[in-house]
């Protein structure tokens, strides 16, 4: 059936959805973070094939040699919505080390996101991973960031991205971070994006890994370190992706698919390494799509819960200290039981919303079911699943929708 579609809307169907801080110890004073900086467009950064806008982030006082972290926004996102919730701004200010933020827009995708799919984005020197590039080489040569200590991370689509900049380049990264992502080239066209996003894809760890290593075949140098985020109720993309690019990575750094550790974090999360450290999945019981956050004044708490900015724990200060960006590297001290499951906080009751039946499956206010789509909650019966089917749904409690055409 979706062969029928015109091609305009196939991108629109498969594209919607997708699209730090060490521990100070005791004896450690903290200051204020510096807060006279802002984020800023960067006018021009080199060439750009991808038609991508940059936007960058010194903190006050930052310093010639300091790291960079290049950070990618999920579906329907932009720069400074991601500036202002992932928490990344907090460990900038205190560490000194420089942010970027490329941002795609409609004219690229309908939904604003990252084209993870498109083999015309994702291979090295074309589209926007050499846009994603340029502007790496604009921050090392204007800001002078140590180009040795570039990382990247992103969201759903940002997330896939950021595999694909891993992938593509592992001589300019030196890690990243992959939330609620997919595989690198588990997609390499429109008509295979959605398999990848909604269930497992039949590769084993070797044919994954050949993925990664075809991106770059004159690589010799070692590969990137990964971190691996993945909510266990996410349904935009499902956790058998956090497995492929779990099962992808360990193949390429040529370590065991099995762990060799296991601890539990806060915020109902289960953090699992792999070989000496190299990388590491977090798992996060009942969390859906989204990135974790942990609003707070502690050392390991940052960001703001917003729409895909979910409260339960500080992905960047775990990354950030994985990556060694605040001089630290040591993992906290586990907990020693297990922590209760943090649920993310529900859209308020009595939000009203109409959009595509495909839209609201994205956002998780309904679910699909042999190509119909059904309300959250209520079961409510909404006809099939595509984006030519409109419907309203009300919130009535907790993840429980109703269908409320004459309302919304």
Known sequence: MAASFPAGLLRVLLTLSLGLLASLGAATATT???????????????????????????????????????LLHGCTQNASGYFANSGWRRY????????????????????????????????????????????????????????????????????????VMLAAYPDVFAGGSIGAGIAYRCAASLLQASTCQYGP???????????????????????????????SSDYTVVPANAAQLRDQWTNVRGVSQSPTSTRSLT???????????????????????????????????CGNAAAYFLDTICSAYHDAQFFGLTGGGTQPTPTPTPTPTVTPTPTVPQTCVRASNYAHTVAGRAYRSGGYTYANGSDDAMGLWNVLVTHGLKQTGPGHWVVADNEC
């Open 92 to 163: 900038a200010d205190q560490s000194g080390f420089t942010l970027v933020l490329p941002q795609t827009g409609s004219a690229n995708n309908a939904s604003s996101c990252f084209n993870w799919f498109e083999t015309g984005d994702t291979t090295r020197g074309q589209g926007e991973a050499a846009s994603i590039r340029a502007m790496v080489a604009y921050a090392v040569s204007t800001y002078g960031t140590d180009p040795a200590r570039v990382y990247v991370g992103g969201l759903s689509a940002g997330g896939a991205m950021s595999a």
């Open 32 to 70: 204020a973070p510096a807060r006279a900086a802002s984020l800023v467009q960067v006018g021009s950064f080199g060439g750009n094939p991808g038609n991508l806008t940059m936007f960058s982030y010194r903190p006050d006082g930052s310093t010639a040699g300091r790291p960079l972290v290049v």
């Open 201 to 231: 894809v039949g590769k084993t760890p070797q044919q994954w890994g050949d993925l990664v290593r075809n991106a770059h075949s004159g690589h010799s140098g070692p590969y990137p370190l990964v971190a691996i985020w993945q909510g």
């Open 267 to 301: 915020g109902g999360t289960s953090l699992k390494v792999y070989g000496s450290d190299e990388v590491r999945l977090y798992e996060i019981a009942g969390m859906g799509h989204g990135l974790p956050i942990d609003p707070g004044g502690g050392a390991d708490q």
